[in-house]
Structures are given as C-alpha cells and as structure tokens.
C-alpha cells in the first residue's frame, strides 16, 4: 500500500487548528462560567437582602419572636419536617395537584383560545367573558366547588382550573393577534391552509405571548391550589395547606412560615427552571439573545 506524505504546511495547519480547538474550548467552559454566576449572583444576593431585612424586623421587637420568629427558626423548623419526611409527603401531594390542575387547564385554555380566535363573532361574543373569568378571585369559585363537589379532590381541581384555564387562553389569544399579517400571506402562498395553516405558522408565531399566558397560568393555579388546600381539608391527606392549617391551629409560628417558605420557593424554581428556560430558548432561536 502506498503512503501518501502529508505536506509540512498541511501537517503544521492541522496542529494549528487543534490549538485553536482547545483555546475555542477553554474560552466556551470559562464563558459558560461566566453565565452562570451572572445569571445565580444577584438571586443570591436579593435571597440575601431579603433574609437580612426579615431578620432586621424581628430584631426590631415589632412583633414578639414567638409571633413573628426569625429566619433560624423557620429553618430549624424546615430541616425537622425534612428529617421526619412530613415535608416531603405533603410537597408530593401538592405537587400531583398542581400538576394535574395546570396540564387540564392547558388542554382546556389552548382549545377555548383557539375556537375564540378562529371567529371574529366568538371572538366578540366570549372574548370579554374569558376576560372577566380570569379577574374572578378563585376564593370566589369554592362556595359553588363545595356544593358541586363537597370536601373532595375535584373541588380543589374545580378551582385550579377555573383560575388557570382564562389566563393561558387570554394568552393564546394576545400571542396570535400580535402575529404580523405578513406571515399569514406568506404561509398562504406556501400551500399552509386549514388545521396545517394553524400548526405551522399560527401557533408558532403566537409562543411569545402563549408562554406569557402560561406563567400566568400557573401563577393562578398555584395561588387557586393554596387556598383550596386551606378551605378544603380532605382526612387522610397532608397536604402543604394542611401544614399550614395545623400550624395556626396550634399557633406554631415557626410551622407556619416554613411552609410559606416552601410555596415561595416552589414558585421560584417553577419560574426559574422551566418558564424562564422556555423563554431564552424562544429568544435565542428569534436571534433575541446574542448567547
């Protein structure tokens, strides 16, 4: 077999650009660093400014310790609840609630919001109503959840619903009438029409303010879920509301600001990990973002 000689030059441009691999590599890891303090210091600095105000006012003597107690206490009283795995019984139990409330009002807020926004007169006939059942505060949906449903879990799931369902279709809604009607044309002339129309170019064209009706949503399903679990207490069920229920009951100060703390934090990383990763990815595939 013959051996082809590689030519010097060839051969010094092939190290060359090794070099330059490893230099581009070491420049990616030291940028992806960058990004990621950038992106965790000043959430760690307000989590910071925030525990430092909390302790201020209770060194302020405004209210007694055993009212309003301090950051070392409710902690104390996290890492007990974690240690004894109450903690982690009642975040799974909420979490299913949460979840299964949110994924039925998604499928329930994209069908409405794309029937609304196929016709101009259902567009006229139920676009305010959407609008007005969204303003509706969901502690005003339980009586009627009781009487439907009793102490059950499709009450709590009745209000979850009805106080995500119009925000995330308010939001599908906002999203397709910011859609520039240049992009309708142009999927027209490309054969786009019907349910293929909607597919390919409605939809996509509308995520920005879809996404925007989403974490909407589930702010309001959160929120909806928290106060079904105070109002509604099921037996045999801890959930975080009935965490929180029992700590006023028994007015256990720390008890009760723990799990305020877990609802704050669950909410943050709900924002943080998903809604704010969907949201780059749309803005970095738009050429929103330079990174």
Request: glycine letters at 10%; charged letters at 20%; proline letters at 4%.
């Amino acid at each position: 077999m013959l051996e082809v000689e590689v030519p010097k030059r060839d051969r010094l441009t092939e190290e060359l650009a090794g070099l330059d691999a490893l230099e581009l590599a070491d420049l990616n890891r030291a940028s992806r660093a960058r990004r990621l303090w950038s992106a965790t210091w000043p959430k760690a600095a307000a989590v910071g400014i925030a525990l430092g105000l909390w302790q201020l006012v209770v060194w302020s003597g405004w209210r007694p310790e055993y009212v309003l107690p301090g950051p070392c206490k409710v902690f104390a009283e996290l890492r007990d609840q974690l240690a004894d795995g109450r903690l982690q019984r009642a975040l799974w139990l909420t979490l299913g609630r949460a979840a299964r409330g949110y994924v039925l009002a998604m499928v329930i807020g994209v069908a409405v919001g794309s029937l609304v926004a196929s016709s101009k007169v259902v567009r006229s006939a139920f676009g305010s109503f959407i609008t007005g059942l969204q303003t509706m505060p969901s502690v005003a949906w339980f009586p009627l959840a009781l009487l439907l449903f009793k102490r059950s879990e499709a009450a709590i799931l009745f209000v979850v619903v009805l106080g995500a369902a119009p925000s995330i279709a308010n939001g599908l809604l906002s999203g397709i009438d910011q859609i520039p009607p240049l992009y309708l044309r142009a999927g027209r002339v490309l054969g786009a029409r019907g349910l293929t129309l909607y597919r390919r170019i409605v939809l996509p064209a509308a995520l920005p303010g879809f996404i925007g009706g989403m974490k909407q949503g589930w702010a309001f399903a959160w929120r909806s879920l928290m106060a079904g679990e105070l109002l509604v207490i099921i037996a045999g069920q801890q959930s975080i509301g009935v965490l929180m229920q029992n700590a006023r009951d028994f007015s256990d100060a720390p008890a009760l600001m723990a799990s305020m703390v877990v609802i704050l934090v669950v909410g943050i990383v709900v924002d943080a990990v998903f809604f704010a990763g969907v949201d780059r990815t749309i803005r970095r595939r738009r050429g929103l973002l330079v990174r």
